[in-house]
C-alpha cells in the first residue's frame, strides 16, 4: 500500500485557486446565458441560429452544476489542508 502525502499549504492554496476560477466561472455562465436569451426573445436569430441557441439554453444547468462542483472542490482543497494541519498539531502536542 503506498504511503499518503500531502502538503497541507499547497492544498488550501490550490482550493484557494479553484475558488477563485469558479467565482469568474459562474458570472461568465450568466453573462453568456442572458446574451442568448436577448437574442432569442428579440428575434435576431435565423431558425438554424434559434435551434442552436435553444440547444445551448438548454446546458444552462449542466453548466450551473458544474460551477457548483468546482466550488465543492475547492472547499475539500481547503477542508483537506485545514484537517491535516489540525491531526499534525494534535499529534505533535501529544508528543
Known sequence: MGRFTADPPVLIREGIGI????????PT?????TIIDELISKDYLSPEAL??????????PT??????TIDQYGEFGIHAGNKVIDNQ??????I
Not at 63 to 68: D, G, I, Q, V, Y
Not at 89 to 94: K, L
Open 51 to 60: 435551434k442552436i441557441a435553444n440547444k445551448i439554453r438548454d446546458k444552462k
Open 29 to 33: 455562465v450568466e453573462d453568456v446565458y
Open 89 to 94: 498539531e494534535r499529534i505533535s502536542s501529544q
Open 63 to 68: 453548466l450551473k452544476n458544474m460551477a457548483k
Open 19 to 26: 475558488k477563485e476560477v469558479d467565482s469568474s466561472f459562474d
